[in-house]
């Protein structure tokens, strides 16, 4: 009983996230990668993306604060991997945020830049937060459950 | 050849197919590992690009697939992709998160068979095997062009390379398995049917196409063959089937780059004005080429011996008609190729005629077809950047290198050729802006270009400057394609004026091409000269091998280069050896 609420509360949050606008179809296809020979497989792929793009979130944030003048290209190409980083796990509206920075350093708007990547830094901030959350209801609920779909 | 087995080569093909997956970033490397488990796909990642080559270098035939990102910290992804291509002529997807159109496109101008994007879904990378299977019908069916190939030449050449042609196919089936490389999965694969299975690849580093060159002057153009070649080489472990698909590529590297000289000049409304159409096109077959064919040709001999053409000069105007025969399908390989004439794109062609150029360059009297291949490169390759209007500048330049090449005697640019004709090309290790430069720089060709063509040489000869060419990385032979990029913007800022758009491999590979064959000559104006007036000898270099000018029989030429540049891949010319 408890452990069914506990997973049809890791269910509902899972879902919720979709409903947000969070996540895509890319974190169902994780789900679905993994079996018994990886069975916290998604946890280990967003761990592996979170320890990856925190690295990036500094190496922008050093490039935006060397101002006079802002290197575009670099901050592009930051971005296009931290972009791609994004992707991995499915994080949509962080990924969106991406598109929108990208567009803001080919249009050589540092105004633009500086206010995205805040809004960039949030979105991924907020997402990071609650699939950590989610992780942790994850694994109380039973780790066999949490992450696959149901059949 | 039966490709009935062809269809699986391994009882449960696609499974354990063995896949070499590159990328930088972590998260996706795992994610990938994993996806490519679950087709029961045999994985190995990577996440360093040149520590990528290196793995598919120790174990050649080690891999029958790749799967590379494009945007990498220490190498293009499309760099490693016209390495691999080249040097194990695998078939690469690339992945991007990128999905623009030019991208997309620049990788297939590189080469890749397919470009994913990211997110990356499982079924899209279950039927990667395509491209492996594919590529094998491909080769199998070069194989089959080849063999008739043969027969033909064989009719018109007689005896010496009818023991060649005769037995390639014959042999070409055992010596697979004899092949040094063919390890049991090999077999495995292969065992089934001998001549639809993959060959083990072999890796034409600089020493061993050296060799290969070496031999192929040595022995003579219109009359090489794989056996001879092999047999003068002396390399124990190297098959003739090894040796002859590599001459296939060289030649149809030669041929091709002709071809697209003269679709670059047709096509990309390259005024070329003496150049370019009938250069090009007639070019190296009939041309005054031939007399100037045998003044460059004696030039060729390059000091430090890479590249030697050896007496080409006479045997240049041989067989014309295959020289003329291999030139429109040189030239239509041109035209395939221009189709998005890029740098990547140049980039193929030459890397595909570089190969071939390379072994021709070495014996083959053909010159002629060469002259019109360096031309078109370089136009071809500035066509797509540059619109560049002259010819003249890309024969300056090729003009340039050529001269260069002589310059720099021991410039590398020779090596390159030897080794690794194609993989050489353009992977141009290090080819720096400086080096094309120098190759092209030519200065005291254009002038007399100029006369011929016109002033614009003249700026860009100059421009070319100096084009250091080191030993080293000329040579494609696979360490490093990537300077090949920055070769091009190099040049450009030398002043290519109508160069500058030329990719940096398209530099490399005319360096390579005029360095051999320029390194042998002296620069002078009169090399230089004659190489202008069309005479393609100098090009043909490494067209030669291609046979464009004399040997290529235009039966026989018409079929290699549509497999090869169409796919874009030597698989197919491996199998078409064209022996004229």
């Not at chain 1, 179809?25 to 916290?40: K, R, T, W």
């Not at chain 2, 690849?201 to 219109?222: C, E, M, P, T």
């Not at chain 2, 100037?292 to 060729?300: E, G, L, M, T």
């Not at chain 2, 003249?392 to 005697?409: A, C, I, R, T, Y």
Request: glycine residues 6%; hydrophobic residues 35%; aromatic residues 8%.
């Amino acid at each position: 009983m408890d452990r069914n609420q506990s997973r049809r509360q890791v269910a509902a949050m899972k879902q919720s996230l979709f409903d947000q606008g969070l996540l895509d179809e890319q974190f169902i296809q994780l789900e679905e990668l993994q079996d018994d020979a990886n069975p916290n497989f998604v946890e280990e792929i967003v761990t592996l993306h979170y320890r990856d793009s925190s690295r990036l979130i500094t190496s922008i944030e050093q490039a935006l604060k060397e101002r006079n003048p802002l290197d575009f290209n670099k901050l592009d190409t930051l971005m296009h991997q931290f972009k791609g980083s994004s992707s991995s796990i499915g994080a949509k509206k962080v990924k969106a945020e991406c598109n929108l920075f990208r567009e803001y350093c080919r249009a050589g708007s540092a105004e633009g830049c500086m206010r995205s990547f805040q809004q960039l830094k949030r979105e991924y901030a907020a997402l990071r937060k609650k699939l950590e959350a989610y992780f942790q209801l994850a694994r109380q609920a039973g780790p066999q459950e949490t992450a696959c779909r149901s059949k | 050849m039966d490709n009935g087995c062809f269809s699986s080569p391994r009882c449960d093909f696609p499974a354990g197919l063995r896949v070499l997956v590159v990328d930088d970033d972590p998260t996706w490397l795992k994610i990938l590992e994993k996806m490519l488990k679950k087709c029961n796909y045999e994985v190995t990642t990577c996440c360093l690009a040149r520590h990528a080559l290196n793995l598919l270098r120790e174990r050649k035939d080690g891999y029958d697939i790749v799967i590379s990102d494009v945007n990498m910290p220490d190498m293009d992804g499309f760099k490693l992709l016209e390495h691999v291509g080249l040097e194990m002529d695998l078939p690469v997807i690339m992945m991007s998160v990128d999905g623009e159109t030019s991208r997309v496109m620049k990788g297939v101008q590189h080469g890749a068979c397919d470009y994913l994007l990211k997110p990356i879904r499982m079924k899209e990378l279950r039927n990667i095997w395509q491209h492996v299977f594919r590529k094998r019908i491909h080769e199998a069916k070069e194989f089959e062009s080849f063999e008739s190939f043969e027969s033909i030449h064989l009719m018109r050449n007689g005896s010496e390379l009818s023991d060649d042609g005769n037995l390639f196919a014959v042999e070409d089936v055992t010596s697979t398995k004899k092949r040094k490389d063919a390890d049991n999965k090999h077999d495995d694969k292969e065992c089934t049917d001998p001549s639809s299975t993959k060959k083990a690849r072999v890796v034409w580093s600089v020493d061993l196409h050296q060799k290969f060159v070496k031999a192929v002057n040595q022995i003579g153009f219109d009359k090489v063959g794989p056996k001879k070649i092999l047999d003068l080489m002396n390399v124990p472990w190297l098959t003739r089937e090894n040796v002859a698909s590599h001459l296939q590529k060289y030649r149809l590297y030669l041929s091709r780059i002709q071809k697209e000289n003269d679709q670059r000049s047709s096509s990309c409304g390259m005024k070329h004005s003496d150049f370019p159409s009938k250069d090009l096109g007639s070019f190296g077959f009939q041309n005054p080429v031939n007399k100037q064919r045998d003044v460059s040709i004696d030039s060729y001999n390059y000091s430090d011996g890479s590249l030697q053409l050896p007496n080409v000069e006479t045997k240049s105007h041989e067989g014309d008609p295959k020289r003329i025969v291999s030139q429109s399908t040189i030239a239509k390989k041109g035209r395939a190729l221009n189709g998005s004439i890029t740098d990547t794109n140049m980039r193929e062609s030459l890397r595909v005629g570089l190969n071939q150029t390379f072994a021709p360059l070495e014996s083959e009297g053909n010159h002629a077809v060469f002259d019109c291949s360096i031309p078109t490169q370089y136009s071809w390759t500035e066509v797509p950047d540059m619109q560049l209007k002259e010819e003249h500048k890309s024969l300056v330049h090729l003009e340039d290198s050529f001269n260069q090449m002589p310059l720099h005697g021991k410039q590398h640019h020779i090596h390159v050729d030897q080794s690794q004709s194609v993989a050489s090309i353009s992977s141009a290790p290090s080819i720096t802006g400086e080096e094309v430069a120098a190759c092209i720089e030519a200065k005291p060709l254009f002038s007399d270009y100029k006369n011929d063509h016109g002033s614009s040489v003249n700026s860009i000869g100059n421009a070319v400057d100096t084009f250091p060419i080191q030993p080293g990385s000329l040579v494609m032979n696979d360490q490093s394609l990537e300077p090949i990029s920055t070769t091009n913007s190099g040049l450009k800022t030398q002043g290519y004026n109508n160069l500058s758009c030329i990719p940096d491999l398209e530099i490399y590979q005319r360096s390579l091409l005029l360095g051999s064959e320029a390194a042998s000559a002296p620069l002078d104006a009169d090399l230089h000269f004659h190489w202008l007036q069309g005479d393609c000898y100098n090009m043909n270099f490494g067209l030669q091998s291609i046979g464009m000018s004399e040997y290529y029989d235009p039966g026989l030429i018409a079929e290699a280069p549509t497999h090869l540049y169409d796919s874009a891949d030597y698989s197919v010319i491996d199998q078409g050896l064209f022996i004229a």
